[in-house]
């Protein structure tokens, strides 16, 4: 594996990284899991979820920085 390769794999890990850690991932991971758990109610929208995620934490901030 050339230096070139090996630097473009450590950043793609670390962008991967990053956005596991912000969370970016989670409407993804929402829809994994609705697919995967058999629920027979709608797929809510990305829109609809970062909005229901949003209020859930509005409603019950738990150890937020901010």
């Known amino acids: 594996m050339s230096a ?3 630097v473009r794999h450590g950043v793609a890990g670390f962008v991967r990284f990053f956005r596991d850690v912000m969370g970016e991932d989670a ?3 929402y829809t994994d ?3 995967a758990s058999g629920c027979t109610s ?3 929208s990305e829109r609809e979820f970062w909005r229901d995620k949003m209020d859930r ?3 019950n901030p738990e150890g937020r920085c901010c």
């Open 42 to 44: 709608p797929l809510m």
């Open 33 to 35: 899991f609705h697919a």
């Open 4 to 6: 070139a390769v090996a």
């Open 57 to 59: 934490q509005d409603a």
């Open 27 to 29: 409407y993804r991971k």
